[in-house]
């Protein structure tokens, strides 16, 4: 059994839980997550089988979006409405100030990863060391926000999509806005409803997976997460050299790609069949596949 199936994590269960559960229902070892969502959150968490494993690392890069609320004026240990407060104070910004200092995130920042997240210092994870009352200091990261719409403004509480790249964390992303207003702040809802090209739409809750006699009905394909990646189709001329992983020369493909430049990333498929990803390189005058990974 080989793809990924877009499944609908529920708040209260860890994305760890979620393979475990797949593995057991598939009666499979290699299965994998594409990126740890919030044990409180919900959303669109693709998990991966066999050969899907292999493209895991795609569906990490890829941006993500999320649905969340802020709420300002109230600060906790953990940035969102799970955490103990350690700070309140009164919200006295306009709408005005709010909607633009929102809007002046968008772009790339600098952001301080939070002690309460699964990133390891010394081989513990931040969050053991922060129960244990320990804070280090943890170097920001370059993260992009490349929008967000606000959908809701009542009182001290805004709702807003956001899309960004892999690695944002949705609840500093509302601290850092909070700080920024002078008032503090805290995520006290998330949803994330895309990885990539997995939407919430096609999502299945966790009781849905589990009247699924054969789970390979809500398979996707492993190619769908790669969609942004052109496709070299081959002659069947080509198969015994394709599967075994060795060079394919432009002249036996079906379609030519010379337009891109050498070591452009293409999926590469026999007929129909979707067999691997290669860069193209070239040699004098003439390209040919260089495999970088194969899934047959």
């Known amino acids: ?100 200092v929102i809007n002046g995130f968008v772009g790339t920042y600098d952001q301080v990863p939070p002690m309460y997240s699964a990133l390891k210092r010394g081989g513990k994870k931040l969050y053991e060391l922060a129960r244990e009352g320990i804070e280090v200091e943890r170097k920001p990261r370059r993260v992009h926000i490349f929008q967000i719409d606000i959908l809701k403004l009542e009182g001290n509480r805004v709702l807003f999509d956001v899309t960004c790249s892999k690695g944002t964390y949705i609840r500093t992303l509302c601290k850092d806005i909070g700080d920024r207003l002078g008032c503090g702040g805290m995520m006290s809802f998330l949803l994330r409803t895309a990885t990539g090209n997995f939407q919430l739409t096609t999502a299945i809750s ?25 496709a070299v189709v081959l002659k069947t001329t080509a198969e015994k050299a394709a599967l075994n992983g060795n060079r394919v ?48």
Not at 56 to 61: I, M, N, T, V
Not at 211 to 216: L, P
Not at 277 to 294: P, V
């Open 249 to 296: 020369y432009n002249r036996d493909w079906k379609n030519q790609y010379t337009q891109y430049t050498e070591g452009s990333l293409v999926k590469v498929y026999l007929e129909e069949l979707f067999i691997g990803l290669a860069t193209i390189q070239k040699e004098n005058e003439y390209y040919y596949l260089k495999f970088s990974r194969l899934f047959v």
């Open 206 to 230: 966790i009781d849905e997976l589990k009247e699924h006699v054969n789970i390979e009905e809500v398979l996707f394909p492993i190619d769908y997460p790669l969609e942004q990646i052109p």
């Open 1 to 100: 059994m080989d793809g990924i199936i877009n499944i609908l994590k529920p708040p209260g269960m860890t994305s760890h839980d979620v393979v475990s559960l797949v593995r057991k229902k598939a009666n499979m070892k290699k299965v994998g997550h594409t990126g740890t969502l919030d044990p409180n959150a919900a959303g669109v968490l693709p998990i991966c089988l066999g050969q899907g494993t292999k493209i895991s690392q795609f569906l990490l890069d890829s941006h993500k979006k999320y649905r969340a609320e802020l709420t300002l004026g109230i600060e906790t240990d953990t940035q969102d409405r799970y955490g103990t407060i350690i700070n309140q104070k009164e919200v006295t910004v306009t709408s005005e100030e709010v909607i633009n």
